[in-house]
Structure formats: C-alpha cells, structure tokens
C-alpha cells in the first residue's frame, strides 16, 4: 500500500514517503475541537521532551503509511529510517456493557445530545455525561492506554507513537465517534442503544434500505400507446425555479468536512473550492441559455475545450 | 420548340446563373431521436417512407435471437451521415455506428403487410393509417451512432423550441426531456449540488462529480422522472429476448450524472489549466491515490489507475464521507425554519414623526425563529417541532413518530453545524426554535436563511422580505421641472434640462432630520409606518453625504427619459426609485408610459383610403414619436394593415414643406407589395424601387433618390449598398419585417443602425416582446443606447430572465421597452370590433430571376407558333400558355415537373411560408387554395419540410374516409395541421372548415363565385374570429394584369369572366401579347 522512495540512505533521517497520511494543519495544534485538544493534551502529559516536536513533523510530512482503527485498537505502519515501516499498536480499555448501559441512561435525559451525537459530532458537555455515569471519556492515566512500536527507541511513546497519536487527533475533528470506538463501541451499537426497546440499530436501518431500495427500483416497462410512447414536445412550466447562485463555494464538502485521512499533496478543501467556483460558472451559462442568434453560445466555448 | 427553350433554362441553372443554392430534391425528412443504450445517449433516426427503403435493406440481418426485423423507417447511417451534413453546426460528424434494437409500439396482426406492421413516431415519417388498431411492442433493428456528452450539449444548445431547425429535420419529441435533464443539471452545477465520487463498473474506476439531490430538486427529480419518454429507455442490444424494463429513477440519475460530469469537468479540465499554472504533472506523477482521484476529476476520461482492491477500498471511503448528506436526503421528511417578527403592538399616534416611533422600539422586540417538520409528499403538512416535545418520553421508540423524530434530532444537528444559534437551542429541553434580537434577525434574513437553503432545509420568511431586501428602502428621486408645453418654444429630446435630487421611502421624501435619525439607530431594520425598512448604514451615509452636496444635475431630456424608464439602476450607491416630473417633460413621459392618451390626428389630405379607427391611433403614435425623434416598433398582428398606417405617416411628411426621401427596407418577397400598396392608397407618393441587376448606383443613384418620397430596398442590398445609401440624409428608415435585424452581428443589422435617418420605424407581426434575445438588436436601431451595451443588456436582462434569478428584469425590461413598441391583436376587443368580419386584400409577390426567365421562354414560344394557328388550335394553345404561365408563376418546379427543390425559388412560396410562419406563431390555422392538384403536393411537402408539422392535403384522389378524417381533425385537434391545403375543385365546395380563419388563393380562378364560395369554408356559421382573404398575384406577371383588367371594368366583370378563362381565347393577338407581357422592373433577383 504504501509507496517507498528508495534515495540515498542517511541514519537518523526518516525515508522519504509519498502518499502517507498527512496532517492537514500546516501549523499550531491538531485538530480544532476541545476533545481533539483533550486528547493531544493527554499525550503531551507524558513529557515525552522532543519526540513530541519530532512525531509532530512526522505527522505533517506524511511518514505515518496506513492507520487501521478497530474496537478498542489503533494499528499502524510508520515510515523511520529504516527499510522496513515500524508497527505501532495503541490501545484502550474499552468499557464494559454495563458501563456503556449507564452512559447511555444518562444520555437519553437529556436528548438534544442527541441531536449532535447523531450527525457525528460531540456536545461539549458529552463529558458531563460521561461523568454521571462514572466514566472517563479520555484516558486519564498511564493505566488506560497501551502503547507499542516496533522500533528501537527505548521511550514510551517513541516519536512514532506520537506520529500516530497526533494525527487520531485530527482525525477526531472529522469523526469524534472514533473515542467511541476506541472505548470498545461502534456509533451504530451506541445508537442502536438509545432505542432500548427497538431492535439493533444496524439491523433496523439495514432493513430499512433494502425496503427503500426495493420500492425506489420498480422497473417499468415500456408502453404500447404510440401516444405516450414519444414523448410530448409540448412547452412545460419552468420547473428549476430561481437559481441562485452562491457566494461562497464548495458548501456541500466544507459540510461534510475534511476526507478522512487524506493522503493527498493537495489541501482538499481547497482544491475543490476552487473547482466549485469554475463548475458553477459553466452551470449557470448552461441555463441562461443561449444569447440571441448565431452569437457565440455559452457552449460554444465548452464544445471548444475537446476539440480546440 | 418549347422544349429548347428548357433545356437553355437547365444550363443556366447548372450554371447557377439563379441564385437558389440546391437544385437537387431532398425531399424526406430525418427525424432524430436520442436514447440511451448502454448507460450512454446515441443518437438515431427516421427517415420519411419514400427514399429510406432501398436503403435499408442493404443492410445485412445479422444475428436476430430476438426475430427483430429492419425498422422500415430507420434512417440508417446514410440518413445519420445526411442528418450531419444538413445540421452540421448542431450534430457532430457520424462515426462509428451499430445495429441495436428498438423496442417500439407496432401494429399487431399486420405482419403481411408491406411495413409488418410498424409504425413511425410520427405522420410526417409515414403517413397515419386511417384508423390505429390495437399495438403491441416489437423488436425492430435501428442504426445507432454514439453521442459523447460533449456532442450532446453542443447539440442540445442548438435544439431550440421549433421542431424543424433546418428543412427536412425534425426534432424529437424526446428533445425537450433531454434538454431539461440538462438544463437540471447545469441548474444543480450552477448552485454547486453536487460532491465528488467515484464510478465502478467492471473492475474499472473513474472519478466522477456526482449530483447531490436535496430539498426542492428532490421534487425536480420525481418530475422529470415522471416525464422521461419511453422511448428513451427502449433500446437494447441485439439478442435481447424481451422488451426491456428500467428502473426510472436509476436512468435519470445516470443522465444528470452524465451530464454533470461533463459540465464540471470540462469547466475545470486539467489540460486548460496546464497553460496557465504549472500543472507539469501527468496522470502518472499522481500516484498518492487521493491526489490521483482529485487530478482524475479534470482529466478526461477520468480513469483511476492502480490495484482493483485499493481503489475499491478508496470508493468505500468516500462512500463513507458522504453518507451524513446521503442520509439527509433519502428522508422523508424536511426540517424548516419560520422567522417570525415581533407581534404587533398597537403603536398608537400615527402623526408623531414615523421613523422615531418605530426606531426607539424596534430593539426591543423579539424575534423568532420557529422549528417545522415538512414532509416531502405533502408540502402543506408542516408540523411544529414543538408539538413532537410533547411526550413525556422524549424517544419513544415505538410511537409512529419516531422516525420524524430520530430525523429532527439528525437534522437539527446538522442544521447545528451551520449556525451557532440553533447549536446553543439545542442545550435547552424540548428545543423548538430560538429567539433573536433585530441584528441577529437581519442576519438570519440575509444570510444564515441562504445557508440554510443551500444546505436543503426550508426557510419561511415574511411576506416584505425579497432576495433583494425589504420591499420598502430609501431611494434617490429625480425631480425635473420644466415649464408647459406651450410655453417653451422649440423642444426636443436634445433640450438640457436641470433637476434635483431627493431622498425618499416609498411616497414619502425624507427630511435631513429625518435622514440624521436613521443614521443614529444603526438598526439594520426598522418599522416605519406599520412596514418593515432595510437601512444600510452605508446608504444612509451616503444618502447624507448627498444631501450635503445637494446635487442639481444637467442632463438631456433623453437621458431623463432613460433613466424614468429604466429606473432601478444604482446611484451614488443608492437605490433608484424614479423620476417625477412636471411640465411638457412630465406630459411626455406620462404619454409614453400610456398614462395619457395620444392627440388623434386625422389622416393626411391626398390619402386615398380609409383608416379604420384603430389605425388612426397607430398612425398618430407613430406620428408622435417621430415629433420627438424616438423609434418606434409597430408590432400589429397581421392584416391589421402595417403598411397602410406607414403609408399615412410617410404621405404626411411628403405634405409638408420638408420632402425628403424615406428608405423602405423589406423582404424582397414583398417588394412589389409595397409598390402595389402605395398606388392605392398613397398614389400622389413617387415610389422608386431599388432592387435587382440594373439598380442605378453612385450620382445616378442619388438624382434618383432626390426624386421620390420612397425608395424601397430589401435587406440584402442594406449591406451590399450600404456605401450608397450611406450617402443619402433620409427623411426616415422604415424596416419592414424587422424580425430580419433580429441579430445584432449581422451584416444587415450593422448597416441599418449605421444609416442617417430623421426618424426609424420597424414593422414586424411576431410577438416582438417574447424574444428577449431579439429585443437588443431592434432597440438599438430604434433608440440607440437606451437598453445599454449588448453586455450589459445581456447582464442585466437577458441572462437573469432566462435563468430566472431575477423576477423584475423581466418587468424592467417590459418598461424600457413598452413606449417604443405598439402590439395589437386582432382579437383585443377595441380591434375586433374596428375590423370587418371579412378582409380581402391583393397580396403581390415577386417573380425570381429564374421565374422570369422561364416565363420569357413560355412567351417565346407563344409568339412563335400564335401567327400560324387559328380556330380550335389557336385556343387551346392560349389556354395552354396561360396555365403554363400559371405554372411559372406558381413555382419552377410546378412548371418544369422535376420535383427539384423548393426554397428560394418562388416569391409566391417564400412570401406564403412567410405568412404561414407568422399565422402559426399566433397559434392560428390557415386554407390554402390552388387549382392544381401538382402545386399543392409541392406546397405540403415543402410547408412540412419547413415547419416540421403534418400538413393536411385535400384532392381529388383522396378517398372520402380520409378526407373527413382531416376535417375532423382540422378542426377539433388544437394541434393538427396548421394549414389545410385545398384543391379548388375538391375542396371548393361543401366542407365546414371554421378553424381556419386565414384563407389564401395561392393562384387564381378569376372567378369571384368560385373564390368566394372557397372562402367561404372558412367564413360561415361557427367562425369566430375575422376572417382575412389573402389573393396571391405575381406583380408584372398576367396575373397582376388580368387583375387590373377586372379591377377596371367591376361591373361588367362577372358577365364577362363569369365562365371561367374562356374569354381570354376571345383577344386578339396584340391584345394577348399584351396581357402576358412581363413588366421586367417587376422582377426579383
């Protein structure tokens, strides 16, 4: 998966890499959010010195190759100076169903929560709740996390560690449900919790699909009517209604948020922005029409980019 | 003998010595389709029954598992190659094609007869059987050509809304549905709906930009997809078993996908990019998968290289990436947010100053904004998200709401994301909205309610509130005042004028005070007077700094007049309200905007005719307009007597001591008409004719032009001669069917607005006002500069109208516009009842050069062998003549027999096609009469070619079943046959033919009984519009002569003529010579 460069060889210097994952703050702190902070906080408590500064660089030049998150378990292949990726294992204690059963009790009284939890990010009181019900939400102490790397540096967390560490933290801007997994529970099962009577969330939404889909791809037939058959060229309503054309560009993505762990040399909100503005451009000429006679029209100027 | 003097007329033709470009019949008509095969569009055709079946069957039955047979009317790629070269702006050179099958509704139980039983899509491929029985769908083989997207939007953008673009094509009815899944798509582009993605399919991946169908295009969606033809869907390859059956809602994804793609990536493509940044890198450089993916977008092909289970994983990702906005929009249901004003406290004391009472509260006052559920099936049904609260349990999971529930909390989160206030709502219980003060209110009208709409939730917002702003702002006023008309001498548009500027809101002008007060509220929105105001600090600032300067400004009259009519533009920064005016300026304006009628004046002495009282009105508002040096659009609906209006006000001027010339540009089809016309009713009026070979130039030119009141020119010569005509200060410029100026970039557009004139008129019958495009280019000549450059009309007016952003460029324009164009129609109640129910008039056409030289050959002939026959000879010899001469007039091709083309080569075809255009446009129908059976089969051919709509032809060999089938439909089918082409003899009689109400004698009986009773189809019992009688006379011709003669002797006519043409034999030879000489300055080019 990951791509090597092999260059001439210098100790202490990291391989170069091409297509790691790359942080996509260019400086100051990983990730914007207070549990993103709370997370890098609770690294940077360990005084690990200047392996901090040094993870830190490898997280922003892309030397971290491949990060695989499951229950309770973060793997992950970091480029050093050697030929071989070193491999990285952190874990945390996941809570137990009982744990999890309190959290979500206290979180049902309180349902606006939800709301946010729902689309994928975090109250800022969601640590309230995790208190109520006796919990820690990130790993206060030594205890919690465990932490391994394959290389020979003697210090817990290495440089390579933190590498990681950093860039889960970003991460968490995009995806703070990745706490909830790391503590041994998947968003759909945290939900599927909250309906306490209902069936299990991912069951009850995958049926819901498969209805959905089902009912949404009646194939239709052709008819016999030569009437209906052609279709009817006369004039209809205008249906596109006003279109208004936005101000600032790329809404949908900025909505969505940053890819997860891109890899990419490109910032890709603002690659894309970019290509927005331009797209909408050609969009508009497309309904404005043509302009009068045989002046240039809108598609002329399209129809030239291939053939031109 | 006769028959040399053809074969000369051959040679020259082959010479091209005429000027009609193609003489080879090209007679069937392709009617084209496009239908996806294979989730991509092709394109193919049908061709017209009589060329496409040798064709066809060149082509080899290849396999046919499924028993298709060779649809009879498929174009083949001969007919797609002929579509090309006919078309070849819009459709793209024919590459490769192949053999698929169409599934289509054919005729069952037929299989024996000469087609199997299939059946075109429409009457002008194949003639409709006379009564359709019951059809199934059968597999037929039709001839496909691949259509990139590329070629498709080119060639959509050429698809306007005629069905025949050029002669002998037809559109689809399918092309409408194509070109608004397109226009959906750039509509979806334009307001950025859309995410990138990736395709697989077979183990192959591309990028691709992908729509994102939220809140109101979900409804767009169901309805196009409600509205996609069958015939889209019913192609298949070649051994497919059964007709196939598609999943709708995948196919129209797959199109606006398809489209879309193309739009963003071409916009965006990577080798346009590469010349001007340093896009060094190529596909190969990008090998960070997430780097290629994004490079991919704007490349070409879109292609993703690398191992099929990494990029499988990378669709996984960014599946996951959009799945929050997925799941949005495959809700049922809508989250909407209301802002509510303040409730209305009973402000009491309407008379203390407006602005402080309102201001002083306006901060106070809470602003809500309210929480509703809308579902998407039910738009009415909008459930405040307070009553869903309500339980006890607030996440019951088996109450029946749960599912509107679960989605408000989603969305509200969402909906969090964008706007911090409606975050902090949700940390309080049973969230339902939230309070704002008027800043933040403003705010939300101006800013978070777009977000909000963009995202795809619902925004209600109060009824004063436009995209614009509140309805009520603050405005700059002008106020000219000038003295009254009889005082002030000499006026003109020229005449500088002083004026003042004012402040007001709505009515009312704003004192400093008042304006001081605004200024100190800084409240973005005040009530004054019950209404809610929008205050710019800004503009409240600069509306001071204005005041402070008191500007008086000096301007034309025309500029006021500009700027009354074309209110709305921004000065100093502040909006523009109006202009008041008082005095002589203020009764002009007033009269051009229609608020004040017109001094009727009577028409001048010497005008030999009546004008109808509606004509009057027409004739003194062109007459006004002139006096002020303004263009005017007389836009009457044709037969309202365009030109008999134009004759009165030229005749008017040429009473006066000022003579000068007039410059009359029209059609060359309607030259001799208006030579014809101005005998009649301007005889005094010398008219000159500047038109064909001999046309006098230079110093000749311009003795000549001093000499008469009207010279009349057509639109070729505008350009050719513009040098000389350049020359002349003409007292006016008269454009006749100005539809012909329609584009700005023409030759003879450039050359009309270049000529000195004292006054311009334009004269068209088309509804002038509903081709925005068109309106630049006539304004312009008319009244130079008053709609602006074309760029900025195109700004300003042109795109918002069609992309529909702005409601009010439309009105805006209508304003600017109006004063100059006068449309009436014959149905407006105060025309109807000036008309008389019947209207005859001599329409006169121009023989073509090629016309006239056939007829000097006819003539030849005569001269020759008349002198040595005599008796029973003698007469059947002059009767042959006059129906060969008939012939000539009628068309070349009618004469010769050759079914050689039919455009360009008849000024009595050009000016009915012409005519039939217009009567079309208007949603009118029309009878056409011809003695001979030939020249209606060339007139129904051609009209169809030319209008690409079924024209019915009733004649003798019809058989009766189908010739009351076309009546009916005739007269009951809204859209059947615009024209019905008669045979005087079969259909001159007994049919009941009310629908049409335009009745043409294409050529002539000389017989008023027997026209009349053929007029009389249309004009009987259950007509209810007027009926208008146009007789087509070649001018110069026999035709025009015989005419005179009849004209001449009215009395005695129907003694004399009554019997027919027999008379004719009864004239000596000196006499006939006479008759059928050709006037040569009558002849066209």
């Known amino acids: 998966m990951g791509y090597y460069d092999f260059g001439y060889f210098r100790p202490s210097v990291p391989r170069r890499v091409k297509g790691g994952i790359k942080a996509q703050s260019k400086n100051g ?17 360990f005084n690990i010195g200047a392996r901090l500064v040094r993870g830190r660089r490898y997280a922003r030049s892309g030397q971290v190759l491949s990060i ?241 | 003998m006769i028959l040399e003097a053809f074969r000369d007329h051959r040679s020259r033709l082959q010479k091209g010595e005429f000027n009609s470009q193609e003489k080879k019949s090209q007679s069937s008509m392709i009617l084209f389709h496009i239908s996806n095969y294979e989730n991509r569009p092709v394109l193919w055709a049908e061709r017209s029954a009589d060329e496409q079946v040798k064709k066809t069957t060149s082509g080899k039955q290849t396999r046919r598992s499924n028993k298709s047979k060779i649809f009879p009317y498929d174009a083949g790629e001969d007919g797609l190659q002929l579509l090309h070269q006919r078309w070849s702006d819009a459709i793209p050179p024919i590459g490769c094609t192949s053999k698929v099958v169409a599934w289509l509704p054919s005729l069952a139980g037929r299989r024996g007869g000469k087609n199997n039983g299939s059946l075109a899509s429409s009457a002008l491929i194949q003639p409709q059987p006379v009564s359709v029985l019951k059809t199934h769908i059968m597999p037929w083989q039709v001839t496909v050509s691949e259509l990139s997207w590329n070629d498709l939007v080119h060639l959509l953008c050429f698809c306007e809304d005629k069905s025949t673009p050029v002669p002998g094509i037809l559109i689809g009815p399918d092309i409408v549905f194509w070109k608004d899944a397109m226009r959906f798509a750039g509509s979806l582009c334009a307001r950025e709906q859309f995410l990138p993605g990736i395709r697989a399919e077979n183990k192959s991946f591309q990028a691709q930009w992908q729509p994102v169908f939220l809140g109101e295009d979900k409804e767009r ?158 738009k009415s049904l909008l459930l405040p998200v307070s009553q869903l609260w309500n339980t006890k349990n607030v996440l019951p999971s088996k109450s029946a709401d749960s599912g509107a529930r679960e989605f408000l909390l989603s969305s509200l989160g969402q909906a969090a994301g964008l706007s911090p206030d409606v975050e902090e709502s949700l940390k309080h219980s049973s969230p339902s909205g939230y309070v704002l003060d008027i800043v933040r209110a403003h705010e939300f009208l101006t800013q978070t309610s777009l977000i909000f709409d963009q995202a795809g939730f619902g925004v209600f917002l109060p009824a004063w509130w436009t995209r614009k702003g509140t309805k009520l702002r603050p405005a700059v006023h002008a106020n000219v005042k000038s003295p009254s008309m009889q005082a002030s001498g000499s006026l003109s548009l020229d005449t500088i004028v002083n004026f003042n500027w004012n402040i007001a809101l709505g009515d009312e002008v704003l004192t400093r005070e008042e304006l001081d007060y605004l200024a100190r509220l800084k409240a973005p929105l005040v009530k004054l007077r019950g209404q809610w105001v929008e205050l710019n600090a800004e503009e409240i600032r600069a509306a001071i700094e204005f005041w402070k300067k008191q500007p008086t400004e000096s301007v034309s009259v025309r500029e006021i007049i500009r700027m009354k009519l074309g209110s709305g533009a921004p000065v100093h920064g502040l909006q523009f309200s109006g202009v008041t005016a008082s005095g002589w300026i203020g009764e002009l304006m007033q009269k051009l905007e229609g608020g004040a009628a017109y001094e009727e004046i009577s028409p001048p002495s010497k005008f030999s005719g009546e004008l109808r009282p509606y004509q009057v009105r027409g004739y003194s508002w062109m007459t006004y307009l002139k006096s002020w040096g303004l263009g005017a659009c007389l836009a009457d609906d044709m037969g309202l007597g365009k030109t008999v209006q134009t004759l009165a006000l030229i005749l008017r001027d040429w009473n006066s001591e000022n003579r000068r010339p007039v410059l009359l540009v029209c059609p060359a089809s309607v030259v001799n008409n208006w030579r014809k016309e101005a005998s009649r009713f301007t005889p005094d009026l010398p008219v000159m004719v500047h038109h064909g070979a001999d046309r006098k130039k230079g110093k000749a030119f311009n003795d000549e032009v001093s000499k008469h009141a009207i010279v009349v020119s057509t639109y070729a010569l505008l350009h050719r001669d513009q040098k000389h005509l350049q020359e002349v200060d003409w007292g006016g410029i008269v454009l006749d069917e100005s539809q012909n100026i329609k584009n700005s970039e023409t030759k003879q ?125 003698r007469k059947g010899l002059i009767l042959a003549t006059l129906s060969k001469l008939k012939q000539v007039c009628n068309h070349p091709a009618h004469f010769l027999g050759d079914n050689s083309s039919v455009p360009g080569r008849s000024g009595k075809v050009t000016r009915l096609s012409e005519m039939v255009e217009e009567i079309i446009d208007a949603g009118e129908k029309a009878l056409v009469f011809t003695q001979f059976a030939e020249m209606g089969g060339i007139l129904k051919k051609h009209l169809q070619e030319t209008f690409g709509r079924e024209i019915f032809f009733l004649h003798g060999a019809v058989p009766i079943k189908q010739r009351s089938q076309m009546v009916d439909r005739f007269q009951n089918e809204r859209n059947a046959s615009p024209v019905f082409i008669l045979s005087l003899k079969a259909g001159g009689t007994g049919l009941n033919l009310t629908q049409g109400n335009h009745v043409f004698h294409f050529d002539r009986w000389w017989n008023p009984a027997v026209e009349n009773q053929a007029t009389d189809r249309a004009f009987r019992i259950g007509q209810t519009k007027n009926v208008h009688v146009y007789k087509f006379i070649c001018a110069g011709t026999l035709e025009d002569k015989i005419d005179e003669m009849i004209e001449r002797k009215k009395g005695i006519a129907d003694k004399i003529v009554g019997a027919g043409e027999g008379w004719l034999t009864e004239l000596s030879n000196k006499e006939l010579k006479e008759l059928f000489m050709l006037r040569k300055d009558m002849v066209g080019e």
Request: hydrophobic residues 40%; aromatic residues 10%; contains cysteine.
């Open chain 2, 749 to 873: 557009s450039r050359s009309a607005r270049a000529l000195k004139a004292g006054y311009r008129l334009a004269l068209t019958g088309t509804p002038v006002e509903n081709h925005v495009g068109d309106l630049w280019s006539l304004m312009e000549f008319l009244n130079p500069g008053f709609l602006g450059t074309h760029a900025e009309f195109k700004r300003k007016f042109f795109v918002p109208i069609h992309a529909g952003t702005d409601p009010n460029a439309a009105v805006r324009l209508r304003s600017m516009t109006g004063p100059f164009i006068l449309r009436r129609l014959k149905t407006d109640k105060s025309i109807i009842s000036d008309l008389p129910e019947k209207m005859e008039m001599k329409t006169y056409c121009t023989l073509t050069k090629e016309q006239a030289s056939l007829y000097a050959s006819v003539l030849k002939d005569i001269e020759d062998r008349i002198g040595s026959s005599d008796g029973i000879e």
């Open chain 1, 29 to 45: 702190s990983f990730g914007e959010n207070w549990w993103a902070k709370r997370w890098i906080d609770t690294l940077e408590s």
């Open chain 2, 221 to 378: 969606y169901a309805f196009l997809m409600n509205v996609i033809p069958p015939v889209v869907h019913a192609l298949t390859g070649l051994d497919q078993e059964s007709p196939p059956k598609t999943v709708r809602k995948d196919l129209l994804t797959q199109i606006v996908t398809g489209f879309m793609d193309y739009l963003i990536r071409s916009s965006i493509s990577a080798d346009r990019s590469m010349s001007r940044q340093n896009f060094t890198e190529r596909a190969a450089d990008h090998d960070i998968l997430h780097d290629q993916w994004l490079n991919a977008l704007r490349t070409s092909d879109g292609e993703l290289h690398g191992k099929a289970k990494v990029l499988a994983k990378l669709v996984q990702q960014v599946e996951e990436y959009r799945q929050p906005l997925d799941r949005l929009s495959a809700s049922p249901y809508r989250l909407c947010f209301r802002l509510h004003e303040p409730p209305d406290l009973q402000s009491a004391g309407n008379d203390a100053l407006p602005v402080q009472q309102a201001g002083r509260k306006a901060d106070d006052e809470a602003w809500r904004v309210e929480y509703l559920l809308q579902q998407h099936d039910d």
């Open chain 1, 68 to 308: 695989e998150i499951v229950k309770g378990c973060v793997t992950s292949e970091v480029q050093g100076s050697r030929m071989t990726p070193y491999h990285v294992e952190i874990h945390l204690r996941p809570f137990t169903s009982g744990a999890w059963k309190r959290f979500v009790d206290a979180l049902i009284a309180q349902p606006y929560y939800m709301a946010i939890l729902m689309n994928g990010r975090i109250p800022d009181e969601i640590e309230e709740v995790f208190k109520i019900a006796k919990l820690s939400m990130f790993p206060a102490k030594m205890n919690d996390l465990k932490t391994t790397c394959s290389c020979p540096d003697w210090s817990n967390p290495c440089k390579h560690i933190a590498a990681v560490y950093y860039l889960l933290g970003e991460e968490f801007d995009r995806n703070p449900f990745l706490i909830f997994t790391l503590r041994g529970i998947e968003q759909k099962a945290l939900l599927s919790l909250v309906h306490k009577n209902a069936p299990a969330r991912q069951d009850t939404e995958n049926a819901g699909r498969k209805v959905k889909r089902k009912s949404h791809s009646v194939r239709t037939a052709l008819p016999t009517d030569p009437d209906s058959f052609w279709g009817k060229s006369d004039a209809r309503h205008d249906f596109l209604g006003e279109i208004a054309v936005p101000e600032t560009h790329a809404a949908l993505p900025k909505r969505l948020g940053n890819f997860p762990f891109w890899r990419g040399e490109k910032i890709f909100i603002d690659t894309l922005a970019a290509m927005y503005e331009e797209a909408s451009e050609a969009g508009f000429d497309i309904v404005a029409g043509d302009f009068g006679g045989n002046e240039e029209k809108p598609d002329a100027r399209i129809y030239q980019h291939k053939t031109g």
